[in-house]
């Protein structure tokens, strides 16, 4: 290392050639290496920018995007027009006001968070098929709303916080194979939910095949007359099937399950409830599997009502054929109050608590139904026996005076009790004619067999009777 001295005026400047004294070809090297950070920056941007638009791209390939107006695809069709949507997610509400088919498929999705109907129906001639509506508005607004006639609906997935599909003054609407769900609070109380579908002023429609779960009532039918509501599911709702003032209409072959009444009928003339299976409508003292009130000249038959608190209420109802019903499993098999002239045949009551009550109730003619609690006596061997069952009240008296009892439900001495009991037998509901057993006809030992089971009650009877007698006489002897 070379060092210089100068002075200059006293003062010494040191100059050492490799200090720090400017070096040209360093500067530059920092240089390129601040572009070089800078150039790498810029590639790495550029690339997570290019790796975006790709991902975005790819996405709305598969089908992703934001939801799309449906309103204006609606305007933009001319009448009759077939409008096939694609895959993706729609918004509502939309207003169709001249015939039109909407068709999709599952991958189609209509979503309204408005308190309208997420689709209304002002038209004649309309038909909604095969794609999944998400409303989110709250009652009284519903999924689908129908006000005019000769409208199909079909194959829709609806999941509600508010009503289901909701037809006024729509004759003649076609309601197929939907599948309506409550998406609201489990805990919701039943003024925050609609019905699953809901007729008001609409007559000759059908509803067919459709499952519903979690609303207030499954399907509700008023002032529509000449309905058909065949083939549907209804669980966890608080009527399944609600009908008013629906003369001339039939309830076919519809399945409930855990609501509080499975099929609730009134206000009727000429009307056909045949083929429903209701099961465990139990949750609620109300519970009961169906319930008749005020309903006149109609056929009941074909039913099965099983697991309910009251298997068959029937209310203020007269001169209907109540016919070939299974009542399995309830705790009262039929409950009877202010009803007169119907006829009950053919009906077969297995394994309930209390098989038949009547209240106020006359005039109605029960005979050939089978009941497993009586042991009749068939002589000739018809397969009918030969003495009337009356249906004694003694235990559901006792059970409604305090309900500890129900322990004792066919235990011998609330059977031995309940034969002891006899005040006003004229008065109780009796089958004239009860069927010996369920199939139709009738082995050679029944009767044999019948008068058996008779005789061995009598005589455990007899036998207590003695017993208790021989106790109280000892009993009185020995304080003597």
Known sequence: ??????????????????????????????????????????????????????????????????????????????????IDLEAGSYSGPVVITQPLTLVGDKSVTIVNEQDQAAVSIQSENVKLSGFTIEHNGSQPSAAVQVTGRDNEISGLTIHTKGAGLLLREAAAAVIRRNTVEWAGASTASSSQKGNGIDLYNSDNSRIEGNRIQGVLDGIYLENSRNAAVNDNRMIRTRYGIHCMYIDG????????????????????????????????????VHSQGMLLYDVHESRIHSNTVEGNRVGMNIAESSDNEIADNELLRNFVGIQMVLAEGNEFTHNRFISNVIDASAVDSKDNRLKQNYWDSFQGLDLNRDGVSDISYAINPFYEQLVSRNAAYQLFFQSPGMVFLSDLHSEGKSSWTTDESPQMNLGQEQPASSGSAGTNGSSLVSMIGVLLLGLSAGTMIYMGVWRK
């Open 249 to 284: 209409s039939s309830v076919l072959n519809n399945t409930g399950e855990e609501n509080m009444t499975g099929a609730m009928i009134m206000g009727v003339k000429k009307t056909t409830v045949s083929g429903n299976t209701f099961r465990k409508q139990s949750t609620n």
């Open 1 to 82: 290392m070379d060092e210089k001295c100068t002075g200059i005026g006293g003062v010494h400047i040191l100059n050492v050639s490799h200090g720090r004294e400017s070096n040209p070809n360093q500067h530059g090297s920092e240089t390129k290496q601040i572009k070089n950070i800078w150039l790498a920056l810029v590639g790495l941007f550029t690339f997570i920018l290019g790796l975006l638009t790709a991902l975005h791209t790819a996405g709305a390939a598969a089908g992703i995007r934001e939801n799309v107006p449906l309103q204006p695809i609606i305007d933009q069709a001319p009448a009759g027009a077939v």
